[in-house]
């Protein structure tokens, strides 16, 4: 007796006769039980959330108390492989990375039937041993979902963790590449335990078990693909005092252009340009004394502008547009204020540089119109450990002086502090004798005593401080209570 293959797989066959027979040296043995069994192995998992259909909505139920949760199954059950979609990680956890690559191919359900240009990318992730472990046919369009084994990685409640930031940077770059769905949620995707007769189930072939990486993954995939590393930013000083003279220039550097910043923002809100007899082509030329003009402020004053012009129509701070002002403004001072000097236009580099910070400027701005919250980004994590390493160490030392109560150093110290506290001591006797002046005479004046808040306004000072001294002086008896 001869059995006959299912439609679908004998449709698949005969398709694969008739198209070349490049699989992108995919494997193509469908996955088995033992296959199947090695996964939900390496998974970990005693249930997972299924799903029968594309109706999500039925893969939860309402619980008593009338909260809704995931409908899970048991991985050893039957009713686990009458499910279609299922999720294989979670926000706390994650033993896969799972990719829907979303170029159409041909029906068939075979690796003959994917697209050409995933074939050939699979065929470079195989040559280079990144290949997938599992990948799932779509039998009717020849689309797939790739699946790669990872070291098991986890998460807080809120699915927030530097492993997880990893997968998704690893799940990105890898499905860019591949020509991912962009709008795949991560959550439910095809299952590989589906053992139903639906026609469009996708058809799952199992292509090995190893077990990688995340990190190793990620920079194997950016070194074949020719993209940047990441490295970790390092200490660029030598010394403390090198950092903390750093960070002091950039803090002044930064007020600087923070007050630029604000003359510009009030500059777009009266929007008084168009009436403006000192503006020149369009640019507010700034001078550094009559017929010298200053040409990088005036450049980054007016890139800053059209940085918050651009916002406000709604249109994309691109380094190009930004850029593009800040040459036009320069070039316009260089030809008003030159005043014998050749145009220096800072290099390429350091105009993007400038582009970032113009943007960074215009997105964090405080104000009404433009919304946001000003952000810091002057120092790197790692020089403001620095910094706190060096407050700690100063802490020390001063400890180590203080050990000996008789040494030049805290004898120097004592007296500093002696004669601060002498002048305090003075200025707050001299405050105590106001506050009994203006009592006594507001008592004399008007038969009653001010209040605290009274005295105060009258000697520029706090109320509690003024209520400090009333306290004093009633206790020693030089007013009445």
Not at 78 to 102: F, H, W
Not at 236 to 253: D, Y
Request: aromatic residues 8%; contains cysteine.
């Amino acid at each position: 007796m001869i059995m006959s293959l299912p439609n679908d797989y004998a449709a698949g066959t005969t398709r694969h006769a008739e198209v070349p027979s490049f699989t992108g040296d995919l494997d193509d043995t469908p996955a088995g039980y033992t296959d199947r069994d090695a996964l939900l192995s390496h998974l970990g998992r005693q249930v997972l959330h299924g799903s029968r259909s594309r109706d999500f909505a039925s893969a939860y139920i309402t619980t008593k108390d009338g909260t809704r949760a995931p409908r899970m199954y048991r991985v050893d059950s039957e009713t686990l492989g009458k499910c279609e979609y299922v999720q294989l990680t979670n926000k706390q956890y994650a033993a896969v990375l799972v990719v829907d690559i979303d170029l159409p191919g041909t029906a068939g359900g075979h690796p003959v039937n994917l697209n050409d240009e995933v074939k050939e990318k699979f065929s470079q992730l195989i040559t280079h041993h990144l290949g997938p472990a599992w990948v799932g046919i779509n039998p009717v369009n020849g689309k797939c979902q790739a699946i790669w084994l990872i070291d098991p990685i986890y998460a807080d409640v809120s699915g927030q963790s530097p492993h997880m930031a990893l997968l998704a940077a690893a799940t990105h770059t890898l499905g860019q590449w591949l020509g991912h769905d962009s709008h795949f949620a991560h959550r439910f995707s095809r299952s590989p335990f589906y053992t139903g007769d639906s026609p469009t189930a996708y058809r799952w072939y199992r292509q090995n078990h190893a077990v990688r990486r995340v990190g190793d993954l990620l920079k194997d995939l950016r070194t074949m693909t020719g993209q940047e590393q990441y490295s970790k930013p390092r200490q660029q000083f030598s010394s403390g005092r090198e950092l903390i003279n750093a960070v002091k220039s950039r803090r002044e550097e930064a007020q600087r252009f923070k007050a630029l910043s604000e003359g510009v923002e009030a500059e777009l809100a009266g929007e008084l340009d168009q009436y403006d007899p000192e503006l020149t082509q369009g640019v507010r030329v700034l001078w550094i004394r009559a017929g010298r003009a200053a040409r990088d402020e005036t450049a980054f004053r007016h890139a800053l502008k059209t940085g918050y012009r651009l916002r406000q129509s709604g249109q994309r701070l691109t380094d190009a547009a930004i850029i593009d002002a800040y040459e036009r403004a320069y070039g316009v001072a260089q030809e008003v204020g030159a005043d014998g000097r050749k145009a220096e236009l800072p290099p390429m580099r350091d105009r993007q540089t400038m582009a970032r910070r113009v943007r960074g400027y215009v997105t964090t701005s405080k104000s009404e119109v433009h919304g946001g919250s000003s952000v810091s980004g002057q120092v790197t994590s790692a020089e403001r450990k620095a910094l706190a390493t060096m407050g700690r160490r100063g802490g020390k030392k001063a400890a180590e002086r203080w050990k000996n109560p008789d040494s030049d150093y805290a004898q120097e110290m004592r007296e500093k502090l002696q004669l601060a506290n002498r002048k305090r001591m003075i200025q707050g006797n001299s405050t105590r004798g106001r506050v009994l002046a203006i009592y006594s005479q507001t008592l004399f004046e008007t038969g009653e005593g001010p209040s605290a808040r009274q005295i105060a306004t009258e000697i520029g000072c706090d109320r509690s401080t003024v209520a400090k001294h009333l306290s004093a002086l009633r206790k020693s008896g030089l007013i009445s209570t």
